[in-house]
């Protein structure tokens, strides 16, 4: 049967439409397959371009930066050397409250009525020091005493009469009786005295003596001026002796009655002992009169720190204040660094009290604004020199430099020879 005209076109048609539907199904599915080259170019790294930065001018500034735990400054143990003291030390008076202050040539404490005066030194009092005595303890006292303004004549290891007389002031001053000399010297200058006496009316009588003779004409007067002699003699012997006997029973300086500690004023931290107890070891602990911020930093960090150095304390609360390094000192494996505040209000030092705060301490400075570049972007030659590329017109240029302070991961750099580095100069710090 043959077909109609009719069917023919449909057939046509629907082969068409297919063709079509194929040709689509190809294109699409043909742009979804690729090559391995094709492939491989697709998901290769970018081409590699430099990182850069410009060069800055700014002032640089090394610096050590810590944290601390604020205390008073070096605490002590206080004792008190009982052993002078023919009494059971009794504690009688002047125990000092906890937080009060222990000022150097006044009583610390009290004893069988008598003053334990602070003073400032590191030898400790470990005798009655009296005149005649001499030694390293006795130039301290000296050294206290000329300091203290109560002339203990030429500054020396040697106890005199003037030192003795600066002791008896110095007692005065701390509102007390000096101390009297032991009974047996006291006992010997009387004795001394009445040995004077009696030298002086032996030298009356010899005199009177050689003056009878002399009046009665006698030939020899010879055995009378031997009297006399002999009498002005022991006079004067007598004199020495009693000069020595007064010296030694000069004011003594009681072994009990001292106490050094390294430094004064001191803020008393705990007291030991209390009125009517008897003292035995420790009586007191005291610390530094000014609060100090105390900051733990390794051996590398502390050769770059000394003492006088500034710092700044940071208190919270936007408020900080200038101070200034007192001392590096070793601590086991660590060292203990001390910044003592230059002064305080009474708000920062509510503040600063058993606080823990931010130290800064400036190491070094470039005293105004360098050309700096990050520390990234030096880099060293083959003969070790150092460098930085510098990018120009899209290519890089090797720009030799001298490196100065580094700090806050900057260096301070200044061109070499005829090379050129300028502010705004793009450095490659990385790729």
């Known amino acids: 049967m043959t077909a109609s005209p009719k069917s023919r076109r449909r057939v046509l048609v629907s082969v068409a439409g297919v063709a079509v539907a194929s040709l689509g199904i190809g294109v699409v599915a043909g742009s979804r397959i690729s090559s391995p080259e094709d492939a491989a170019a697709k998901t290769a790294a970018p081409k590699a371009s430099q990182i850069t930065v410009p060069v800055a001018k700014k002032a640089l500034s090394s610096k050590v930066v810590g944290r601390g735990d604020a205390s008073f400054d070096g605490a002590v143990n206080i004792r008190v050397e009982t052993s002078g003291i023919k009494t059971a030390p009794i504690v009688t008076g002047k125990v000092p409250a906890v937080g009060s202050t222990l000022t150097e040539g006044k009583a610390l404490l009290e004893i069988t009525g008598r003053p334990v005066i602070g003073l400032a030194g590191v030898l400790p009092m470990y005798r009655t020091l009296s005149p005649g005595s001499k030694g390293p303890d006795v130039l301290q006292l000296e050294q206290t005493l000329d300091r203290l303004g109560l002339d203990p004549g030429d500054v020396d290891d040697e106890y005199d009469l003037d030192t003795s007389a600066a002791v008896e002031r110095l007692y005065e001053n701390a509102g007390y009786d000096a101390p009297a000399a032991d009974e047996q010297f006291t006992q010997a200058v009387d004795q001394a005295k009445k040995q004077v006496d009696a030298a002086k009316k032996q030298l009356r009588q010899a005199q009177s003596q050689l003056k009878a003779a002399k009046d009665a004409k006698a030939k020899d007067t010879s055995v009378q001026q031997g009297a006399v002699d002999d009498a002005e003699e022991n006079l004067a012997d007598a004199k ?192």
Do not use: H, W
């Open 240 to 431: 020495d002796a009693q000069n020595e006997a007064e010296f030694k029973a000069g004011t003594p300086l009681p072994v009990s009655e001292v106490v050094y500690v390294k430094t004064l004023p001191r803020r008393v931290d705990d007291v030991k002992v209390e009125r009517g107890g008897t003292v035995n070891g420790v009586v007191m602990s005291a610390s530094g009169a000014s609060l100090v911020v105390t900051v733990k930093v390794d051996a590398e960090t502390a050769q770059r720190l000394k003492a006088g150095m500034a710092a700044t304390l940071d208190l919270g609360d936007s408020v900080s204040v200038a101070g200034k390094v007192r001392r590096v000192a070793k601590n086991g494996n660590q060292y203990d660094v001390v910044v003592a505040p230059n002064t305080l209000t009474a708000g920062q030092l509510a503040l600063l009290r058993d606080a823990n705060v931010r130290v800064t301490i400036p190491v070094k400075n470039t005293s105004g604004k360098v050309l700096a570049v990050p520390v990234a972007a030096l880099s060293s030659g083959s003969d070790g020199a150092s460098r930085v590329e510098v990018l120009r017109n899209g290519k890089v240029e090797l720009v030799p430099v001298a490196v100065g302070l580094t700090a806050d991961g900057f260096a301070q750099v200044t061109p070499k020879g005829d090379a050129k580095l300028t502010e705004g100069d793009q450095v490659v710090v990385g790729r």
